[in-house]
């Protein structure tokens, strides 16, 4: 399906409002959202714990740890993600909502899908999901709208980071797609004149 900029924005707007009661200026949980879509999200231990054949988590252990972040599992007509909880807290949070952005947006995929660091899937089905996908989480987490208000306020990276509880590398990425900071700098030199 193709899906424009600004339908994922909606989207993201509809889930995080309606779903999360979040608004479009504060940190949503991703974790909350794998929960309210059944989602199960393991740690390589709690995957062991969980009673996951050994032959699964030989598979993800036998991956260099720091070469993925999290993985989409399929598992019959549902979907499990798996991730590595030796990274920090935030790119944990980017990755589980980059997962969570293919699985909103109903991609179909044949194979484990690995996530590494903020930039989504090292093995893409195709370019354009991973692109929309990369948008939708874009969205969720740190949403064009308020991004650009708090490019208007003057904050940096590091308290739009803290704000939204995402990395500055993050924070830094959104700033600059979705024009936020343009604006603000535009509108900053029309005020001056
Ligand atoms: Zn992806």
New binding site residues.
């Given amino acids: 399906m193709n899906w424009t900029k600004a339908a994922l924005a909606r989207l993201a707007a509809e889930v995080r409002e309606n779903e999360l009661k979040a608004n479009l200026h504060e940190r949503i949980c991703p974790y909350d959202l794998a929960d309210l879509y059944g989602v199960a999200v393991y740690t390589l231990q709690g995957l062991a714990e969980s009673g996951c054949p050994p032959e699964a988590i030989e598979f993800f252990t036998s991956v260099r740890p720091e070469a993925w972040s999290a993985a989409l599992v399929p598992n019959g007509t549902g979907q499990f993600i798996v991730e590595n909880n030796a990274h920090t807290p935030r790119r944990r949070r980017s990755n589980i909502a980059?997962e969570m952005a293919?699985l909103l947006l109903e991609h179909e995929f044949d194979r484990i899908?690995f996530?590494n660091g903020n930039r989504?899937?090292a093995n893409?089905t195709s370019k354009e999901m991973?692109d929309q996908?990369a948008e939708l989480s874009g969205e969720l987490l740190l949403p064009a709208v308020g991004a650009r208000r708090a490019a208007a306020y003057g904050r940096s990276d590091d308290q739009v980071a803290d704000q939204f509880d995402v990395s500055t590398e993050f924070a830094r990425w959104r700033m600059n797609v979705t024009g936020a900071r343009k604006i603000a700098s535009r509108a900053a030199r029309t005020r001056s004149r």
Wanted: aromatic content about 0%; glycine content about 12%.
């Fill in positions: 980059h293919h899908l996530t989504g899937c893409p991973e996908a």
